[in-house]
């Protein structure tokens, strides 16, 4: 168990490292823009089918 922890402790380490060197780092702004989209749209999908869920469901006739 010590060796895997030793080996993952070592690799971490090592990405780390590798990660501070480089500079560039990517399209940050265009994946904050994808992520925003994709949970608007995730919300609006969530809204709509509770609305329709719940309009099925007033429609129910409970024969009161």
């Keep these: 168990m010590w060796n895997h922890m ?3 402790w070592t690799v971490l380490c090592a990405r780390i490292t590798v990660l ?3 500079p560039e780092r990517g399209e940050i702004t ?8 994709l949970a ?4 609006a999908i ?7 869920l719940t309009a099925k ?3 129910i006739d409970l024969g009161s």
């Design 6 to 8: 030793h080996t993952l």
């Design 57 to 59: 469901a007033n429609s």
């Design 40 to 43: 608007l749209a995730a919300i």
């Design 30 to 37: 265009t994946t904050v823009i994808v992520t925003a989209l």
């Design 20 to 22: 501070r060197a480089e």
């Design 46 to 52: 969530v809204a709509i089918i509770v609305a329709k």
